[in-house]
């Protein structure tokens, strides 16, 4: 596992790190993997003689009886939003790697890049409870804020997960149209309805978190697993190839469930693996195009 300031350690290779980042993000790909144009609407006006009738608003026409066509402007400013689970089971990891660990290197990088970029920059961060959140600003102080709550949480863990809470506060908190990143396991219930509401005005990328366990268990034999998230309990016949098979094939299953919620729900779903770069991953992300989300 990476001691508790390897991120401090990485500093330098994060900032060239997130200098690649910067880039993807200028290049704007992520706005055509679901919404199109990137463009937001800001009013109508007069129809003029040679306005493409495309654009025309019939509904203001039809209530002002003569024609308006529907005017836009292109998003200048991309905002960065991150949601991100700090629950126990993030804490998890058979490597060098935490799931939280991998989390955490991605969260410096994305905040690096947006300051890079002078995006605004914004967060909530959860366990069992809402921990942390904050609406974006630019600047290096968000940054640093972020990194040091971040840092800090950890330590303080409350059991469960609040996901759905948490991505009801962002849809709260945003005023603007934002680049939305989740970072969990989703290893809980009741979040796919926020998660629509939140996708409906804003392009979100949901990133979930796995470690080598959650596919294969070592053969161990008969042991006691204890769930960190409910404390129960349970004797696992891990050494059981019958076992095992189920195993990975329950956690197959669940991957393509929550990837095909994703796609439903207009998200771009992605897996950060514990034995990924985190660089590579979300350089991956801001390289698709349409359509090629699954792994």
Request: proline letters at 3%; glycine letters at 6%; charged letters at 25%.
């Amino acid at each position: 596992m990476e001691n508790k300031d390897s991120l401090a350690k990485k500093a330098s290779y994060l900032r060239i790190a997130a200098a690649e980042l910067a880039e993807g993000m200028k290049e704007g790909n992520f706005r055509s993997l679901y919404r199109g144009q990137g463009i937001e609407f800001s009013g109508v006006r007069d129809y003029i003689r040679g306005d493409d009738i495309r654009a025309i608003d019939w509904n203001v026409t039809a209530r002002m009886g003569r024609p308006y066509i529907k005017v836009f402007e292109e998003e200048r400013e991309l905002q960065i939003f991150l949601i991100v689970d700090t629950s126990l089971s993030m804490q998890l990891g058979s490597g060098k790697r935490t799931k939280f660990n991998s989390v955490a290197e991605s969260i410096a990088l994305l905040s690096m890049a947006a300051e890079m970029n002078s995006c605004p920059l914004g967060a909530v961060f959860f366990d069992g409870e809402i921990q942390f959140s904050c609406a974006p600003e630019h600047g290096r102080e968000r940054t640093m804020v972020i990194l040091k709550q971040l840092e800090d949480l950890p330590q303080k863990a409350v059991s469960g997960s609040v996901l759905n809470q948490a991505i009801t506060g962002a849809t709260k908190i945003l005023r603007k149209r934002a680049l939305i990143f989740i970072f969990s396991d989703f290893r809980t219930a009741d979040w796919e309805q926020p998660l629509a509401q939140l996708a409906h005005k804003n392009d979100v990328i949901a990133i979930n978190v796995k470690d080598k366990f959650d596919q294969e268990l070592p053969s161990i034999g008969s042991v006691p697993f204890i769930d960190c998230e409910s404390s129960k309990t349970m004797v696992l016949p891990s050494s059981s190839e019958k076992f095992k098979k189920a195993w990975s094939e329950y956690n197959e299953s669940g991957i393509r469930k929550w990837q095909d919620i994703c796609v439903k729900r207009g998200v771009f779903p992605a897996i950060l693996k514990t034995t990924d770069e985190p660089l590579k991953v979300l350089s991956e992300i801001f390289a698709r195009q349409n359509g090629s989300s699954r792994k």
